[in-house]
């Protein structure tokens, strides 16, 4: 089944605490993005990238680091985490010709 | 910058009505525009996409129209039923290279289909 994934689904933690949100997609996709959703702000885009070693800044990139080492996982970092970044996040994917993305079930996240 | 706003944040509609939902952008005319779906506590699900070029696009009981006169696209639901029950969300993206892979979202309508 065409999917993407993203792990763990539920997360507390404390301020300063090093975390990592796993995001994985076995469409062979070149595209893979990270999104935050709050209430009365929507979906903001937090980093992209378009290949293997490619990435770039979305609209809300600080506090956090991305990698893409393999095409298939895109891997959120917080490394110093802060009550602002209480939030559900995304990972989506998409295909280069295709434009359209796909979004992996989300990831709530608690920062106290 | 480019600003893309969805005018209503709730709609309620009766079953069986259409559903007409609104999506506005400032400044230049976005490539394509994308409609998803999102249920809450889930991902947005993509539903259609519509070029510039293109008046309207149609799958099954969705329309979807892009004015770019008008700086609008309107996204229809006929024949409305409650499990069309949604947050509707529009997006456009960056105006050109990588960017126009970047997409940025409306924040949504919340469509309610009563019974």
């Known amino acids: 089944e065409a999917q993407v994934t993203q792990n763990p689904r539920y997360l507390i933690t404390v301020t300063g605490k090093k975390l990592t949100v796993t995001c994985s997609q076995n469409?062979?996709?070149?595209?893979m993005s990270w999104y935050r959703q709050d209430p009365g702000l929507g979906l903001r885009q937090i980093y992209y990238?378009?290949?293997?070693?490619?990435?770039d800044k979305g609209d809300v990139p600080e506090g956090y680091k991305v990698s893409r080492k393999e095409k298939r996982n895109f891997p959120l970092i917080l490394e110093s985490p802060s009550p602002n970044q209480t939030s559900l996040y995304f990972c989506?994917?998409?295909?280069?010709?295709?434009?359209?993305?796909?979004f992996g079930p989300g990831t709530r996240l608690t920062v106290t | 910058s480019q600003k893309i706003e969805q005018n209503s944040e709730a709609l309620n509609i009766q079953e069986g009505k259409t559903a007409t939902l609104t999506c506005n952008y400032t400044?230049?005319?976005?490539?394509?525009l994308q409609w998803y779906r999102q249920d809450p506590g889930r991902g947005p699900v993509f539903l259609l996409l519509?070029?510039?070029?293109?008046k309207e696009k149609r799958k099954e009981r969705l329309k979807v129209t892009f004015d770019t006169t008008l700086k609008q696209s309107l996204f229809h639901i006929t024949a409305s039923q409650p499990a069309d029950s949604a947050t509707y969300l529009c997006?456009?993206?960056?105006?050109?290279?990588?960017?126009?892979?970047?997409?940025?979202f409306g924040k949504g309508t919340k469509l309610s289909v009563i019974p």
């Open positions: 989506a994917s998409g295909g280069l010709a295709l434009h359209e993305q796909y």
């Open positions: 469409m062979n996709h070149e595209y």
């Open positions: 990238s378009m290949n293997v070693e490619v990435t």
């Open positions: 400044n230049y005319s976005p490539a394509y």
């Open positions: 519509i070029r510039e070029n293109e």
């Open positions: 997006a456009h993206p960056g105006n050109s290279g990588a960017g126009s892979y970047q997409l940025t």
